[in-house]
T-cell receptor, first 109, second 115 residues
Framework: QKEVEQDPGPLSVPEGAIVSLNCTYSNSAFQYFMWYRQYSRKGPELLMYTYSSGNKEDGRFTAQVDKSSKYISLFIRDSQPSDSATYLCAMNTGNQFYFGTGTSLTVIP | KAGVTQTPRYLIKTRGQQVTLSCSPI?????VSWYQQTPGQGLQFLFE???????NKGNFPGRFSGRQFSNSRSEMNVSTLELGDSALYLC??????????????FGQGTRLTVV
């Protein structure tokens, strides 16, 4: 079993839709949780970073962490074509990063 | 503040050759990690360097090696290239070892194609 599981998609939504991206994990030692966005032929770009259970909001993006269920989510409101990318979740024990395989998202105008 | 810089951006090599990739981390960051990214496997951890010492290593053969210099710049070397080594190689820098309590910042990557 992988330590971080992420549905690869692909996910296709119309512009303006709310998008929900999710990851589950098995390692209780994970303390820090991140979401990265990766455009084609580019390196991953850090979107959100949190270390506690609950919600963290940044503009149209909300990161949610539920440590009791070992489940994290990224919500994108009012999705735009420019949000089309691969989204990777990442977690850290404090010693090493672990990444999900990424979810490919396409927002259709 | 300058980001993580990887050179070269693209490389085409022949089977059996060797290749060296370079990564300059964000100023002040002492940890550099290397990852291999392929469509089927996602991001796979190669190794991490901190203060010129390899501190952590993933499950890759010995053909993959690296080093870090006193200015935190890092190089990754792959010897005896195989077709399966074709991938996007990403470097990530962070303040602390293993990322610590901080985020990892990625470079644009080096796209290696082995023919």
């Amino acid at each position: 079993q992988k330590e971080v599981e992420q549905d690869p998609g692909p996910l296709s939504v119309p512009e303006g839709a709310i998008v929900s991206l999710n990851c589950t994990y098995s390692n209780s030692a994970f303390q820090y949780f991140m979401w990265y966005r990766q455009y084609s032929r580019k390196g991953p770009e850090l979107l959100m970073y949190t270390y506690s259970s609950g919600n963290k909001e940044d503009g149209r993006f909300t990161a949610q962490v539920d440590k009791s269920s070992k489940y994290i989510s990224l919500f994108i409101r009012d999705s735009q074509p420019s949000d089309s990318a691969t989204y990777l979740c990442a977690m850290n024990t404090g010693n090493q990063f672990y990444f999900g395989t990424g979810t490919s998202l396409t927002v259709i105008p | 503040k300058a980001g993580v810089t990887q050179t070269p951006r693209y490389l085409i090599k022949t089977r059996g050759q060797q290749v060296t990739l370079s990564c300059s981390p964000i100023s002040g960051h002492r940890s550099v990690s290397w990852y291999q990214q392929t469509p089927g496997q996602g991001l796979q951890f190669l190794f991490e360097y901190f203060s010129e010492t390899q501190r952590n290593k993933g499950n890759f053969p010995g053909r993959f090696s690296g080093r870090q210099f006193s200015n935190s710049r890092s190089e990754m070397n792959v010897s005896t290239l195989e077709l399966g080594d074709s991938a996007l190689y990403l470097c990530a820098s962070s303040l602390g070892l293993g990322g610590g309590k901080t985020e990892a910042f990625f470079g644009q990557g080096t796209r290696l194609t082995v023919v």
